[in-house]
């Protein structure tokens, strides 16, 4: 199995910062791709953006430039750096390990970006 687990959220001002991290553990070996979501209540899940262990990285549109996705292989960590943050962007942040063998997401870390 894999486990990630998600941490950084927090309550921060419109126009701030934030990095989460996504902490994987387990069986992690061969390819694999860890990516970011984001769900506010009434909504389905969204997809942000995801790095492969080959280091490509992919961003939905809305990431626009404020959103950077980036690993320490080493820790088994992902990042996101957020950038400029909108009231729109308050959320539940998951993170999900897409291999082989398994689709793991962790519990979600809870965003709230205030006026």
């Known amino acids: 199995q894999v486990q990630v687990v998600e941490s950084g959220g927090g309550l921060v001002q419109a126009g701030g910062s934030l990095r989460l991290s996504c902490k994987a553990s387990?069986?992690?070996?061969?390819?694999?791709?860890t990516a970011w979501y984001r769900q506010v209540p009434g909504k389905q899940r969204e997809y942000i953006a995801d790095i492969s262990s080959n280091g490509i990285t992919k961003y939905d549109d809305s990431a626009e430039d404020r959103f950077t996705i980036s690993r320490d292989i080493a820790e088994n960590t992902v990042y996101l750096q957020m950038n400029n943050l909108k009231p729109e962007d308050t959320g539940v942040y998951y993170c999900?390990?897409?291999?082989?063998?398994?689709?793991?997401w962790g519990q979600g870390t809870q965003v709230t970006v205030s006026q």
């Open positions: 999900r390990h897409i291999q082989y063998q398994y689709d793991s």
């Open positions: 387990g069986s992690i070996s061969g390819f694999y791709t």
